[in-house]
């Protein structure tokens, strides 16, 4: 069984920086795609950036030059380092891990922006 621990949500003014984590625990296998989701309140749950195994990014436009994805495979753990926020990220932040066809998702850990 997989499990993942997000951490990191709050509340931050507009301009400022924020750093989210997850944890992935259980059986996992190498090869392992992870990534992070947000889901703004009324929407569809959208991706933010994702990260291969061997380093490899991809980011929603919408983040590009803003947000930075990183992950340690000895820890099993994903980053995302928020900066320059803005109200329209305010949102539930959901990190997913991928392997072998499965998906598994954490629990999500809100972000609020102030203006």
């Known amino acids: 069984q997989v499990q993942l621990v997000e951490s990191g949500g709050g509340l931050v003014q507009a301009g400022g920086s924020l750093g989210l984590s997850c944890a992935a625990s259980?059986?996992?296998?190498?090869?392992?795609?992870m990534a992070w989701h947000r889901q703004i309140s009324g929407s569809r749950r959208e991706l933010v950036a994702m990260?291969?195994?061997?380093?490899?990014?991809n980011y929603a436009d919408t983040v590009k030059g803003r947000f930075a994805i990183s992950r340690d495979n000895f820890k099993n753990t994903v980053y995302l380092q928020m900066n320059d926020l803005k109200p329209e990220d305010t949102a539930v932040y959901y990190c997913?891990?991928?392997?072998?066809?499965?998906?598994?998702w954490g629990k999500g850990t809100l972000v609020t922006v102030s203006s």
């Open positions: 997913e891990l991928s392997f072998g066809g499965m998906h598994y």
């Open positions: 259980g059986s996992i296998w190498s090869g392992s795609i």
């Open positions: 990260v291969t195994v061997d380093g490899r990014t």
